[in-house]
């Protein structure tokens, strides 16, 4: 029984090329409106990404680096995610997931958010080398 809980997770860990990793983190989401980011939020994360319409995106700690990918269950149909945001909450296993304006779905981005909540995750996080694309935080959005 202990071989094939082995090899599950071995074959999981296996997917996606460059030995990606499962680590437990407490999810949360947020949106850019005014209660999610404050006042006069500029519509752009702290990596420098212009958040568009329907955009999915995670704000992780800085120990992440932005362009890391994270395949997090139920959000984005389990396709992977890019880090492009920070938060002053989000430090360690905490992860902030991020909704956008969907002009096909009945609900805001904050609605979505609130219906979300506080998740606690097996996340696999797919560690991608991008050479200093990003090398300064611009802001972080706050969270009330
Ligand atoms: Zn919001």
């Avoid at 902030?96 to 979300?116: I, M, Q, R, Y």
Wanted: charged letters at 20%; a positive charge.
């Amino acid at each position: 029984m202990k071989t094939i809980i082995y090899l599950i997770l071995t074959s999981i860990l296996s997917i996606g090329g460059s030995t990606p990793k499962l680590e437990k983190f407490t999810v949360s989401a947020y949106c850019a409106c005014e209660i999610c980011c404050g006042t006069g939020s500029p519509g752009i994360t702290a990596s420098g990404h212009t958040i568009e319409k329907g955009d999915r995106f995670v704000a992780a700690d800085p120990e992440i680096p932005y362009g890391t990918m994270l395949v997090i269950p139920g959000y984005n149909q389990n396709k992977p995610v890019e880090v492009l945001d920070r938060g002053s909450a989000i430090r360690g296993n905490r992860l902030d997931v991020f909704f956008g304006f969907d002009p096909n779905s009945s609900c805001t981005p904050h609605e979505k958010a609130l219906h979300w909540g506080v998740k606690y995750l097996w996340v696999k996080i797919i560690k991608v080398e991008r050479k200093a694309l990003y090398n300064k935080d611009l802001h972080t959005h706050r969270r009330y």
